[in-house]
């Protein structure tokens, strides 16, 4: 099976991810390293398709201050994949990019279009796969008490990550950077 892939701008971690620190049991915060803004999920092809991908991004974004809103559940209602923090301010630019250089991505990769209208935010944590309702209350519970709003991020590279050879242990980061452009003024 081939890995999964996908193209995203990295976010520092900066104080603002201290105070997401401790969730509860059965909800995985991400590793500081992991911090990213998805531009486009490839999925499960092969690193040459993916490399393809990245070639073909072409985002059309300069490097950009951003800030963060509330944190809410992402995915399916009823059984939530993860808790992220929504862009505030630099949204609307950072969204128009995604959706306006995603589809040649996809393309090169030869993988599946996303049909959903991008969406920017920051994953800070995950609940584990079997997680109970009763964790995935206490994980929402946990998020609407993070007070993240206001915080400003510099977004300045994009990134191709796929998983890292030490994803299955806790304290080592889930994805690695296998290549990175800088964002230029235009």
């Not at 991004?57 to 509330?70: F, H, N, Q, W, Y």
């Amino acid at each position: 099976m081939d890995a999964n892939w996908f193209i995203a701008t990295p976010i520092a971690p900066g104080r603002w991810f201290e105070r997401a620190a401790s969730p509860p049991a059965g909800i995985r915060r991400f590793h500081p390293d992991d911090l990213h803004a998805t531009v486009a999920f490839l999925g499960a092809v092969t690193e040459g398709s993916a490399r393809a991908a990245f070639e073909a991004l072409a985002i059309k974004l300069e490097p950009i201050d951003v800030t963060l809103g509330s944190v809410v559940a992402m995915g399916n209602p009823k059984r939530y994949s993860a808790l992220s923090a929504l862009i505030d301010e630099g949204r609307d630019a950072l969204e128009w990019a995604m959706g306006e250089c995603r589809d040649r991505a996809f393309s090169a990769a030869g993988a599946k279009p996303e049909s959903r209208p991008p969406k920017a935010h920051v994953t800070v944590a995950r609940p584990s796969r079997d997680a109970s309702d009763r964790v995935r209350r206490a994980g929402l519970e946990w998020a609407s008490k993070l007070t993240l709003s206001g915080e400003r991020l510099r977004i300045d590279r994009v990134s191709l990550y796929t998983w890292s050879e030490e994803r299955g242990d806790p304290s080592r980061p889930l994805f690695q950077e296998t290549a990175t452009v800088k964002l230029v003024s235009l």
